[in-house]
């Protein structure tokens, strides 16, 4: 089997990345700041990862039809009980991201 060396760089890419995510968890874990980070985000009722979730789902559904990220994002994360100025900042910090990342492939890709 040939693989292309376009995919073969995008291979190197995730590898190099899960072991950099996974020596990252690893030391966080040696050090023992990853119990304390679980202790942090134990204190919320792990709205974090809630959130997390939340954001997920909500690219998936703008990314397939190229709108709905802060209804749904607002609309969700307001029914956890998190207040709005918080909503509200969370969304646009979230984004901006995006937005820069949709920019850049735009521009890479020329369209």
């Known amino acids: 089997m040939v693989i292309s060396r376009k995919i073969q760089v995008r291979l190197n890419v995730l590898f190099v990345t899960v072991a950099i995510v996974g020596i990252g968890i690893f030391s966080m874990y040696e050090l023992g700041y990853l119990d304390e980070l679980f202790n942090i985000l134990a204190?919320?009722?792990?709205?974090?990862?809630?959130?997390?979730?939340?954001?997920?789902?909500?690219?998936?559904?703008?990314?397939?039809?190229?709108?709905?990220?802060?209804?749904?994002?607002t609309t969700t994360l307001m029914l956890l009980n998190i207040p709005p100025h918080i909503v509200s900042a969370s969304i646009h910090s979230a984004e901006s991201f995006t937005t820069a990342a949709g920019s850049a492939s735009h521009i890479k890709l020329k369209t």
């Open 43 to 73: 204190k919320d009722n792990y709205i974090f990862y809630w959130m997390l979730l939340v954001g997920v789902f909500a690219e998936i559904v703008a990314g397939s039809m190229g709108m709905g990220y802060g209804v749904i994002c």
